[in-house]
């Protein structure tokens, strides 16, 4: 069974950091590209991030490049997100999923505000 556990989520300041952590189990994992979405209050889910296969290849939202930085480690079956320069409208909850896999895990939240 696909699980999708995130975690590291919290409150920061404007301007601080976070680093999420997205642990998977229950496919392989190092065969699929990962992606990072979010979803804030009242707006849609939307893609911030992804990191192919063999982590080689990342896309951002333009609202998020230069400052987010997705990689994983497959050995782990994990994939991170680290936020630098968090702004308030990077509030939301952030969720890790697997290209071509129909499954969120329960995500995390991240609130940035002073």
């Known amino acids: 069974q696909v699980q999708l556990v995130e975690s590291g989520g919290g409150l920061v300041q404007p301007g601080g950091s976070l680093r999420l952590s997205c642990a998977a189990s229950g496919f392989r994992f190092s065969s699929y590209t990962m992606n990072w979405y979010r979803q804030a209050p009242g707006k849609e889910r939307e893609f911030v991030a992804l990191v192919t296969s063999t982590g080689r290849i990342t896309n951002y939202v333009d609202s998020v490049k230069g400052r987010f930085t997705i990689s994983r480690d497959n050995a782990k079956n994990t994939v991170y997100l680290q936020m630098n320069s968090l702004k308030p409208e990077d509030t939301a909850v952030y969720y890790c999923?697997?290209?071509?896999?129909?499954?969120w895990g329960q995500g995390t939240q991240v609130t940035v505000s002073s």
């Open positions: 999923k697997a290209d071509s896999i129909v499954r």
